[in-house]
């Protein structure tokens, strides 16, 4: 079976009954920051909150009677395995997902809620998947694999006929990439129906398997990325093929940039999102020179990233444009320090997140105490002015915003 044009209408036809048409919106603010025009497609509203229920559901409406009855088996620790479970279940088929062991609690849950059996098993991905093989092998289950099959990456190419639907005027669509199911899906859609449309495609540093059998480049593989979606060894060989035919080009961003740009959608345009969406729109801020003057479509493939990590990542945001900040003080031990302190920081309209009041250790002499203390501003600039009237006022400090 081939991908092309005819099997991801026919597909998307199938899936569409049961498949959120999700809204392709302007983002407004991310334009007026990039100078650009950008437009968001957000998957993270789709079932499970990713595009991947998709593709899993149109492998799964493949199956015959007798295969639906069997019961079918996935390997994945994240966004397949939701779509996967979540569609046998509505469908009434029997669904294994083998996760690695150290999957997040988080996942696992969500998968066993969505209706699926779940086994952890081996160390690491590689290990599970042929764990999974040999598991389908012996209970006759059906495998569903998240990429490597041009059904799958047919519906996930049904995210291209609604963007162009909605917002027909694109030049250029912005594309994460992992196993490359998604990019050849949307590749082989987009040019279908608007030739001219530029497919760009996006990836971590830490895993450019496809940016490297693009430009014939030594490979990337290895480290913790924030884009763990993403992160996979190597394209399946059809949709590398697919890839070098219909992509325009593939581009990587470092792990500071993608944490930047999953801030970035939060705070501009109010959008949870995962690494591997920031990992795109990490790609447009990077090369924002590109883009000027043409009209820019990005998917926001998922939006399941772990809350407590979410929470870490905004709190380091917030440090990184200067809004929450520490200073240091060496105060002389006297009543009156810390009130006097207290009261230019909030006269100067900042605000006191943390105190940490430090007699015992010996950086300072014995009559002083060194003081922490974690303000709120608004911005940098603010955080200046702030220890301005502190040091006016005879207080020797220093700001964490100033060592950088």
């Known amino acids: 079976m081939k991908l092309d044009p005819d099997l991801i209408t026919e597909t998307y036809a199938a899936i569409k009954p049961a498949t959120m048409r999700t809204p392709t919106v302007h983002a407004a603010r991310l334009s007026l920051h990039l100078g650009i025009d950008l437009y ?23 199956l015959s009677e ?3 009855a069997a019961g079918v088996i996935a390997c994945s620790a994240g966004n397949h395995a939701q779509g996967v479970a979540y569609h046998a279940s509505r469908l009434g088929i029997p669904a294994t997902i083998v996760m690695p062991e150290g999957t ?11 209706g699926a059996e779940v086994v952890l098993h081996g160390v690491g991905f590689d290990e599970s998947v042929q764990f999974t093989f040999d598991l389908a092998a012996e209970k006759g289950l059906i495998f569903v694999h998240p990429f490597d099959d041009p059904v799958v990456a047919a519906g996930q190419g049904s995210v ?3 963007m162009l639907e909605q917002a027909p005027d694109l030049d250029c669509i912005v594309v994460p990439i992992g196993g490359g199911g998604l ?4 590749a082989v859609a987009a040019k279908s129906v608007k030739p001219g449309v530029e497919i760009i495609g996006a990836q971590a540093e830490r895993f450019d398997a496809v940016k490297a059998q693009f430009d014939d ?3 990337n593989f290895g480290g913790a990325t924030l884009a763990e979606g993403i992160a996979v060894r190597e394209p399946s060989a059809v949709n590398m093929a697919v890839i070098s035919e219909y992509v325009d080009r593939v581009e990587t961003a470092s792990e500071a940039e993608i944490e930047r740009a999953v801030f970035d959608l939060l705070s501009y345009e109010k959008i949870v999102a995962e690494g591997a969406p920031g990992a795109g729109l990490a790609v447009i801020e990077k090369h924002a020179a590109d883009f000027q003057g043409k009209k820019v479509g990005l998917v926001i493939c998922g939006g399941n990233i772990d809350s407590r990590l979410l929470s870490t990542l905004i ?12 200073l240091t003080f060496e105060i002389d031990d006297t009543p009156g320090q810390l009130s006097e302190i207290s009261r230019i920081i909030g006269e100067a309209g900042a605000n006191v997140v943390e105190v940490i009041h430090q007699r015992m250790m010996q950086s300072v002499s014995l009559k002083q105490a060194e003081l922490e203390i974690v303000i709120e501003a608004r911005d940098k600039e603010h955080v200046a ?19 950088e």
């Open 66 to 68: 007798a295969e639906r």
């Open 385 to 403: 002015d702030t220890v301005g009237q502190l040091r006016d006022a005879g207080f020797k400090v220093r700001a964490d915003s100033e060592l």
């Open 315 to 326: 709190l380091r945001g917030l440090v990184r444009d200067g809004r929450i900040t520490r």
């Open 183 to 186: 990019i050849a899906g949307m």
């Open 40 to 62: 968001l497609k957000l998957e993270n509203l789709q079932h499970t909150n990713a595009f991947k229920a998709r593709g899993a559901l149109a492998k799964l409406l493949t």
């Open 217 to 219: 480049a030594p490979t």
């Open 160 to 162: 291209a006929l609604e």
């Open 104 to 114: 997040p609690f988080n996942k696992v849950k969500r998968t066993k809620d969505f």
